[in-house]
Structure formats: structure tokens, C-alpha cells
């Protein structure tokens, strides 16, 4: 079966720093990744996926992520943290016929000023 | 206006009672989710739709049933609500294939 792993609850940055948001997953054939934002009060937003290809995927908001298969990885990086990006943040694999999506339990980001 | 969108934003309910949570989108998507949320545990796959007349469990879907009424609708209940359904609940849309869903606002429930 397929798990998502986010191993930070809560993750503190000052702004301007740069950010990197760990995430594992377990999944038995090709991944279909995804990072999701979710801002208070707010629905999750698409901010980056992986197919397939170029292993260093852009985003919006200026995230990337890079998918490593021999760690199982996909992590979530900014090089340079914004007050406004403090959200909660939650990587997710798709499977199935119907691409379903399991997500990790997510990260919150706090930035100080 | 938002793609879209869920009714009630929030509801408070007691135990045993029967409610209904309403999705519409106007992304004229075949594909509907229906998600619940906990604190810690991210986002779960109570059910999906395919279309009007393909209706699927998901990873929890005890205790929910759903109805899609039109492409556009689909409507998650709970017959008889218990408290440990409280949460936080995600209606979602995608097309078919590896495409990004759509979530909307969410409707947050409490059960007395």
C-alpha cells in the first residue's frame, strides 16, 4: 500500500532563509507526485507535481522539489522563505485507476519577521 | 467566482442526527473526491466519482454515504452523526488522468 511521510509537524524560519520540506514516500511502481499549500481558512492549491523526466521540478510561488528515487524522496524547497508563505504544507502520491491521492499528515511553517 | 464551492461553511450538529454536505463545481470535471481532514493526519479519501452513475469508497468511508445528482453536484451525508466525525471536509474535482484536483473551501463540522 501506498504511505506519504512528512516527518516535520512544525518547521520555524525567519524570513529571507531558505526552506527545504522533507517528504518520503512508499509505493510499489511509478510515483505520481504532488505539494499542495494550504493557507488558513483555505482550500489546498496546487503548487508543484511530478509525472515523470526532469527530476527538478518547478512551481509556483517559487518552490521547487526534487524527486530522488533512491530515497524515496521528494522535498520541497524555497531558497528564499516569505511572510506570506507561512501555510501548511502536505505532499501527496497519486495511485490507482482513479488517481486518488495519500497524503502525508503536513508540515506547518511558521516565518518570523 | 470560486470553481469550486461547498455549503455549509461550517455546521454545528448533535449526535444522531442527519446531515448533508453540498459540492458544486462549474470546472465541468467528471471526477469528484470527497476528503476529511484531522489535525495530524492529513487529508483522507472518504469517496470518489467518476461520473453520475460510478460512486466509490475510499480509505474511510464507514459512517458516510454520497449522491451525485448531476456532473456538476455531489452531496456527502452522514446518516447519523457521532462526534469522532468531527473535522474538517474537502470537496474535490480533476480530470481523468494525472491532473491536478481541485479542492474546495471545505466545510468544517463539529458533532455534539
Known amino acids: 500500500a501506498q504511505s506519504v511521510t512528512q516527518p516535520d509537524i512544525h518547521i520555524t524560519v525567519s524570513e529571507g532563509a531558505s526552506l527545504e520540506l522533507r517528504c518520503n514516500y512508499s509505493y510499489g511502481a511509478t510515483p505520481y507526485l504532488f505539494w499542495y499549500v494550504q493557507s488558513p481558512g483555505q482550500g489546498l492549491q496546487l503548487l508543484l507535481k511530478y509525472f515523470s523526466g526532469d527530476t527538478l521540478v518547478q512551481g509556483i510561488k517559487g518552490f521547487e522539489a526534487e524527486f530522488k528515487r533512491s530515497q524515496s524522496s521528494f522535498n520541497l524547497r524555497k531558497p528564499s522563505v516569505h511572510w506570506s508563505d507561512a501555510a501548511e504544507y502536505f505532499c501527496?502520491?497519486?495511485?490507482?485507476?482513479?488517481?486518488?491521492?495519500?497524503f502525508g499528515s503536513g508540515t506547518q511553517l511558521t516565518v518570523l519577521p | 467566482d470560486a470553481d469550486v464551492t461547498q455549503t455549509p461553511r461550517n455546521r454545528i450538529t448533535k449526535t444522531g442526527k442527519r446531515i448533508m454536505l453540498e459540492c458544486s463545481q462549474t470546472?465541468?470535471?467528471?471526477?469528484m473526491y470527497w476528503y476529511r481532514q484531522d489535525p495530524g493526519l492529513g487529508l483522507r479519501l472518504i469517496y470518489y466519482?467518476?461520473?453520475?452513475?460510478?460512486?466509490n469508497k475510499g480509505e474511510i468511508s464507514d459512517g458516510y454515504s454520497v449522491s451525485r445528482q448531476a456532473q456538476a453536484k455531489f452531496s456527502l451525508s452522514l446518516e447519523s452523526a457521532i462526534p469522532n466525525q468531527t473535522a474538517l471536509y474537502f470537496c474535490?474535482?480533476?480530470?481523468?488522468?494525472?491532473?491536478?484536483?481541485?479542492f474546495g473551501p471545505g466545510t468544517r463540522l463539529t458533532v455534539l
Open positions: 474535490a474535482t480533476s480530470e481523468p488522468g494525472y491532473n491536478e484536483q481541485f
Open positions: 466519482s467518476f461520473d453520475v452513475k460510478d460512486i
Open positions: 470546472k465541468g470535471h467528471d471526477r
Open positions: 501527496a502520491v497519486g495511485y490507482g485507476s482513479a488517481r486518488q491521492l495519500t
